[in-house]
């Protein structure tokens, strides 16, 4: 049907697209709760975000609470932010706050500043009409590609439009500081109580439109412990490659969400079941086909595990050491590789495989360099904790990296045991003791221990120089 309105659209003018857009939602009748008919009490709002709204209405202008933290209301959760929508274009609520900045150019919206806490006011976002002829005068304010992708999204409408180009049912949500009542466009109060994760309008559209809604529709299916609607997860599999088109700076924003907020391992689990893996980290999705439960399988999933129960524990965790587990196979074997196939000696041939691996990673997922540079330290000393012997197993120690590497050899062990699990295990003794011990334990054989013998060099050529730094 909506194909159809669109084919008819092109002939038309911009007026007629808009009234048969609009006669052709996709949504279903509006539903109104009542203060009565939802738990939500002013009192769990944040202040600041009520200020925005009334000043808004006092301004003349409709403004409502949207999204994320109604939907979490609505489940007893505590959302996470506040975001505003409004009819006031973003120059009219720089106009009605002071303490306000515009920013974005694919989303224009407004930040309004409170301290530390940031209020997002967004304008009502209308339909795209197709691209054609025509629409030249709005070309500059929407654009998508040719795979459907929305490139820009600067087109304002109506509030019923603006719901309509949410992504999931439950993000429909509406709560207005007139009557206190919720608004409902997409039937999301039903898909909450029946805990669905479901996309408004067509699928495969929807996706094509912004492929990250993949990503999300995972993300809130393990953050609200729901189900995703069986026709929103039919489609992913054959579309999971469309998220080669995101900017790498975006998708690690996302991997941010996945991955730092307590449900990893779900989502990766999902990630790995929907064919995103693939798409996002190929050579450890490689990695973990040859041998679906191995070693690769084991330290990825104890990693992220662990990373869980740190957020659980209130704990610092780093994307760092989670990218030093996903990648640390592929570079183990792209590094043995390297000593067969160029005879490198192996400290030579783990840098140019870390090297390789960390580029490899950065055409999808833009991993800030402060923190590829503590995922490089993370591999290089596993080599150090593995051969370092007498007095340079204590200035080990000494390094303010010590820490991650020797985590990171203990999730190797646990994931390989062996020949690790003794490594690991010297290394806690060696913590352990005081300096007698220490020095003892340097005289005796064992992984680390043992008189320090120079090593003999081979001969190689150096290939290393042409090699780019990720
Ligand atoms: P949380 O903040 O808990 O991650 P959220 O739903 O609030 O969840 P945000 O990214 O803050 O997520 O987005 C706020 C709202 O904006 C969403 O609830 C949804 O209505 C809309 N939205 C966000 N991203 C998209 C998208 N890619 N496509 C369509 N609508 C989106
Ligand atoms: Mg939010």
């Known amino acids: 049907m909506l194909d159809f309105c669109r084919r008819n659209l092109r002939k038309g003018n911009n007026a ?33 975000a009520l200020k925005v709204l009334y000043r808004l209405k006092d301004a003349g202008f409709e403004a409502y609470l949207v999204g994320g933290c109604i939907r979490d209301l609505m489940l007893g959760l505590e959302p996470k932010d506040f975001d505003v929508a409004t009819n006031a274009k973003p120059e009219e609520v720089r106009q009605v706050f002071r303490n306000c900045r515009l920013i974005g150019r694919r989303f224009r919206l407004a930040h309004v500043l409170f301290g530390r806490e940031v209020i997002e006011v967004a304008t009502f976002r209308g339909h795209h009409s197709q691209p054609d002829e025509s629409d030249e005068g709005e070309h500059h304010l929407s654009k998508a590609s040719e795979e459907g992708l929305i490139l820009r999204d600067n087109v304002y409408g109506t509030i019923e439009e603006d719901a309509e180009r949410r992504d999931f049912t439950i993000n429909a949500l509406y709560y207005s500081i007139n009557h206190f009542e919720v608004l409902d466009f997409a ?194 000393l596993q080599n150090r904790l593995a051969r370092s012997r007498g007095k340079r197993a204590l200035s080990l120690l000494q390094l303010p990296k010590f820490r991650a590497g020797y985590d990171f050899l203990l999730l190797r ?36 221990g043992g008189e320090h013998k120079p090593r003999r060099r081979r001969n190689y050529k150096r290939k290393r120089s042409s090699q780019p730094k990720p």
């Open 16 to 48: 007629d697209k808009q009234a048969a857009l609009v006669k052709h939602s996709v949504l279903p009748p509006l539903q109104r709760l009542s203060r009565d008919q939802h738990p939500i009490s002013r009192k769990q709002i944040s202040p600041n």
């Open 187 to 380: 039937n999301g109060v039903q898909a909450i109580a029946e805990r669905k994760i479901e996309l408004i309008g067509d699928p495969e559209t929807r996706y094509r439109e912004d492929p990250v809604r993949m990503l999300r529709a995972i993300r809130f299916a393990t953050k609200l412990n729901m189900q995703i609607a069986p026709a929103t997860a039919e489609p992913i599999p054959q579309l999971a490659s469309l998220l080669k088109s995101i900017p790498p700076a975006r998708l690690f924003e996302e991997f941010l969400k996945l991955f730092m907020a307590g449900k990893a391992f779900d989502n990766f689990m999902l990630m790995k079941q929907y064919g995103i893996l693939k798409q996002l980290l190929p050579s450890l999705h490689k990695a973990i086909a040859q041998e679906p439960e191995g070693k690769v399988f084991q330290l990825v999933s104890q990693a992220l595990q662990d990373t869980d129960q740190r957020v659980a524990d209130g704990k610092p965790v780093t994307p760092a050491f989670l990218f030093a587990a996903f990648l640390w196979y592929p570079v183990e074997i792209r590094s043995q590789t390297l000593q067969l196939e160029s005879g490198l000696p192996p400290v030579d041939a783990l840098n140019i495989a870390m090297t390789e691996v960390l580029s490899e990673l950065q055409q999808r997922i833009a991993l800030p360099k402060r923190f590829s540079l503590v995922t490089r330290d993370i591999w290089s």
């Open 413 to 448: 062990a646990k994931a390989e045991g062996g020949d690790l699990q003794q490594l690991a295990d010297w290394w806690l003794r060696f913590q352990q003791e005081n300096e007698t011990g220490q020095q003892q334990m340097l005289q005796q054989p064992g992984p680390a």
